[in-house]
T-cell receptor, first 108, second 113 residues
Framework: KNEVEQSPQNLTAQEGEFITINCSYS?????LHWLQQHPGGGIVSLFM???GKKKHGRLIATINIQEKHSSLHITASHPRDSAVYIC??????????FGEGTQLTVNP | NAGVTQTPKFQVLKTGQSMTLQCAQD?????MSWYRQDPGMGLRLIHY???????DQGEVPNGYNVSRSTTEDFPLRLLSAAPSQTSVYFC????????????FGPGTRLTVT
């Protein structure tokens, strides 16, 4: 079993829809990162959180440490949100374990 | 700031050749790491460094060497390329251990024939 499970693997939405991507992990962590990989391949950090909830614009990330679960939400989705979203729990020593990613396509 | 830079962007090698993938950052980050990304798998850690002169192995270190002579540079050396090393390689840096934002380079797409 992978240490990090993301769901769904693929997600297609219509512009304006509310989107949720889930991440479950089995290891103890000090923080959890959400990353975005654009079609061109570049990876950018969206969030790093160790408890509760964070919000940047239309993106919201939540984490429940006891349940070992995190979610990434996108409100009012837009075609430019189309990308791969990667969950990466951070274990002690700043080691990241990566999920396989969720491919999101938002159609106009 | 340029952030994290990687060269080359693309490379084709023949089996048995050696080469060095370059990575540099100008943010004075102590922590640097190399990952490979393969289809159907998450990013996997090859080697990492917590500061100049200090390196350690990650999850998939075989066939790769690293060194960290300066804070800025963290080159990855392929000693004798194999087709199994065909992948996209990402370098990343962060300010320090635990709970710091990760900054990724643009990646190097390597094909070994």
């Amino acid at each position: 079993k992978n240490e990090v499970e993301q769901s769904p693997q693929n997600l297609t939405a219509q512009e304006g829809e509310f989107i949720t991507i889930n991440c479950s992990y089995s290891v103890g962590i000090s923080a959890l990162h959400w990353l975005q990989q654009h079609p061109g391949g570049g990876i950018v950090s969206l969030f790093m959180l160790s408890s509760g909830k964070k919000k940047h614009g239309r993106l919201i990330a939540t984490i429940n440490i006891q349940e070992k679960h995190s979610s990434l939400h996108i409100t009012a989705s837009h075609p430019r949100d189309s990308a791969v979203y990667i969950c990466a729990p951070e274990t002690s020593g700043s080691r990241l374990t990566f999920g396989e990613g969720t491919q999101l396509t938002v159609n106009p | 700031n340029a952030g994290v830079t990687q060269t080359p962007k693309f490379q084709v090698l023949k089996t048995g050749q050696s080469m060095t993938l370059q990575c540099a950052q100008d943010m004075n980050h102590e922590y640097m790491s190399w990952y490979r990304q393969d289809p159907g798998m998450g990013l996997r850690l090859i080697h990492y460094s917590v500061g100049a002169g200090i390196t350690d192995q990650g999850e998939v270190p075989n066939g790769y060497n690293v060194s960290r002579s300066t804070t800025e540079d963290f080159p990855l050396r392929l000693l004798s390329a194999a087709p199994s090393q065909t992948s996209v390689y990402f370098c990343a840096s962060s300010l320090g251990l635990a709970g710091n934002e990760q900054y990724f380079g643009p990646g190097t797409r390597l094909t070994v024939t």
